[in-house]
């Protein structure tokens, strides 16, 4: 009788190459992931501050009430901060802690890329230092890094 199978430790070969291969991958698919969501907050902040500037233009000042805009914003996501003006859209982790930023001041037009944890080698700040081109945050970290544009 002639049986084929499989050795253990073929098997074994086959387990630990795919190990390596999801070890490989799996940290290079979380940072495309937050990249996206990351894209997704940008393009929210750009049409929040279209709308203040469209509303700058017809009012002669920017305003500090989203219900003023000619957009629906999402107040989960995003906020318009009424003491300093500025535009600002975030993504939070399933515990509800923040892990990127996204912020824009409609007077000076300057842009911010804030990332948690205040490690400048994890996901969220290499995700800032690509968006920005910026090697080095703008201070030194503390919680969080700032980057800016």
Same mark, same amino acid.
């Given at each position: ?49 279209? /709308?203040?500037?469209? +509303?700058? %233009? ?6 500090? !009430?989203?219900?003023? =805009?000619?957009?629906? $914003? ?7 901060? /009424?003491?300093?003006? +500025?535009? %600002? ?6 515990? !509800?802690?923040?892990? =990127?930023?996204?912020? $824009? ?45």
């Amino acid at each position: 009788m002639n049986k084929k199978a499989f050795t253990l430790l073929e098997l074994l070969v086959v387990v630990l190459i795919i190990g390596i291969l999801a070890a490989i991958a799996l940290p290079q698919y979380k940072k495309a992931v937050l990249k996206s969501r990351f894209a997704t907050i940008k393009n929210m902040t750009r049409a929040i501050y279209e /709308a203040e500037q469209r +509303y700058y %233009l017809a009012h002669g000042s920017y305003t500090k !009430n989203r219900n003023d =805009l000619d957009i629906n $914003v999402d107040t989960n996501t995003c906020s318009i901060n /009424a003491p300093y003006s +500025y535009i %600002l859209c975030s993504l939070k982790d399933k515990n !509800n802690n923040f892990i =990127l930023q996204y912020i $824009v001041i409609p007077q000076t037009q300057q842009r911010r890329c804030d990332a948690w944890p205040g490690d400048e080698n994890s996901i969220t700040n290499q995700i800032c230092k690509i968006e920005t081109g910026k090697n080095t945050p703008y201070q030194q970290c503390g919680p969080y890094c700032m980057y800016y544009y």
